[in-house]
Nanobody, 119 residues
């Protein structure tokens, strides 16, 4: 079992920045693909970014968000810059043992951290 705990969310003004962290524990491995998803009220869960063999981003966050990981600390980060009100959502960390694009490919999920961007 892999346990994921997100942190770093909060309230920021448009144009501001936040860095989210996802700490993994349990049966962790550097071979896991680590991804970020988000879900806003009334919206379906949306892919944001993933650290696999390379990094990939949703078009809506390209150029503004950066995913990185520290395998020694079993932690993945999401640096979010130039935040917009439409970025407001619950951000969830997930780990995959195989694929990375679709939600059903992820085996483990955190509980999420709330990000709210005011205008």
């Amino acid at each position: 079992q892999v346990h994921l705990v997100e942190s770093g969310g909060g309230l920021v003004q448009a144009g501001g920045s936040l860095r989210l962290s996802c700490a993994a524990s349990g049966r962790t491995s550097s071979n896991l693909f680590m991804g970020w998803f988000r879900q806003a009220p009334g919206k379906e869960r949306e892919f944001v970014a993933v650290s696999a063999r390379s990094t990939y981003y949703a078009n809506s966050v390209k150029g503004r968000f950066t995913i990185s990981r520290d395998n020694a600390k079993n932690t993945v980060y999401l640096q979010m810059d130039s935040l917009k009100p439409e970025d407001t959502a619950l951000y969830l960390c997930a780990a995959s043992q195989g694929g990375w694009l679709r939600e059903y490919e992820y085996d483990f999920w955190g509980q999420g951290t709330q990000v709210t961007v005011s205008s």
